[in-house]
């Protein structure tokens, strides 16, 4: 059989769009799955991205919290202590009203009396002792803190001042050559008692 010219072109012409049809498809696959790859790895990525912001700004949240706990657990401390301070500074204003009236009671005087032995026994070897009295006691007890010292070991030993500070009442004293110092001054005794103070409220505070 005969093959024309025609029927060969028609055939070269149906081999070359089948191939062109093929290779067209096959170039059409291959974006669809050039595509699809990159829409899932994009996917991930974003899904990635996504995880890491959530865990980042959890860990923001989370330190966050932590900055505040923690700021107002220092503030709430802060605030006890000086709560704390508030208690004990009223506790010793109070004790330094009571020791004002102390002084002119007749337990006062026996303090004094008591405090004066004590004094000659540790200054049992100096030659003059300074006694430095509140300006109250110089004027309304010199007479009988001047009997006391006369009748015992500080007789003749003895130089009585004014006290420079407040010290409530009592009196400090020292030797000439300032190497001896004690003090029974009343308000020495309320700020040895301020620490006791402190530790009580503190105690009273923790169990709340």
């Known amino acids: 059989m005969t093959v024309s010219v025609k029927d060969k072109i028609e055939l070269f012409r149906s081999i070359i769009f089948r191939d062109i049809k093929e290779s067209a498809s096959e170039k059409k696959n291959q974006i669809i799955r050039n595509f699809e790859r990159e829409k899932s790895r994009l996917i991930r990525e974003v899904g990635d991205e996504k995880n890491r912001i959530a865990e ?3 860990k923001k949240a989370e330190k966050e919290k932590k900055q505040l706990v923690e700021k107002v657990r220092v503030k709430g401390y802060h605030q006890l202590l000086i ?3 508030q208690f004990i500074d009223q506790i010793i204003g109070l004790i ?6 102390y002084v002119s009671e007749e337990g006062y005087r026996e303090y004094l009396s008591k405090s004066l032995r004590k004094t000659a026994e540790v200054f049992e070897n100096a030659n003059l002792i300074e006694l430095y009295f509140t300006k109250r006691d110089l004027e ?3 007479g009988f803190i001047r009997q006391d010292i006369a009748s015992g070991k500080l007789n003749g030993r003895c130089q009585m001042k004014e006290a420079e500070q407040n010290i409530i009442g009592g009196f400090y004293a020292e030797d000439s050559k300032h190497e001896i110092q004690i003090d029974y ?11 006791l103070i402190g530790n009580s409220i503190s105690r009273r505070f923790d169990e709340v």
Do not use: F, M, N
């Open 56 to 58: 980042e700004a959890e």
């Open 185 to 195: 001054t009343l308000k020495s005794l309320i700020e040895e008692k301020r620490e």
């Open 140 to 142: 309304e007890l010199s």
């Open 83 to 85: 709560k704390k301070q």
């Open 96 to 101: 330094v009203r009571e020791a004002e009236d």
